[in-house]
């Protein structure tokens, strides 16, 4: 499955953003969508998920209460709805599919990455 990340940019600290992920040629319902982000000199980490079904969501600590992953199967899109950006946000970030997936577990196809970039 082909993945396209959009939406990133350059943004203040306390902005929002909200990046977008479409499977094209593909049904996003049949896929558990990842959010990963990999900020420059450190690991790629994990930021949230969202099952097949999009019932269940998973976040990563530093990102609790203030992003928000979602489905909307109609647009074929899985959103990344990011509030309250802080400097230590900024980093490449990816979406990543896995066929029928839980969300939390690991994925398969990637996409390319978008910057995000929160200045201070």
């Known amino acids: 499955v082909q993945l396209q990340a959009s939406g990133g940019g350059l943004v203040q600290a306390g902005d929002s953003l909200t990046l977008s992920c479409t499977t094209p040629g593909r049904r996003v319902s049949d896929y558990a969508i990842g959010w990963f982000r990999r900020a420059p000199g450190k690991e790629r980490e994990f930021v949230a998920g969202?099952?097949?079904?999009?019932?269940?969501?998973y976040y990563a600590d530093p990102v609790k209460n203030r992003f928000t992953i979602s489905k909307d199967n109609a647009k074929n899109t899985v959103s990344l709805e990011m509030n309250s950006l802080k400097p230590e946000d900024t980093a490449v970030y990816y979406c990543?599919?896995?066929?029928?997936?839980?969300?939390?577990?690991?994925?398969?196809?990637w996409g390319q990455g978008t910057q995000v970039t929160v200045s201070s």
């Open positions: 969202i099952n097949y079904f999009g019932a269940y969501t």
């Open positions: 990543a599919a896995e066929l029928y997936g839980s969300g939390r577990g690991s994925y398969d196809h």
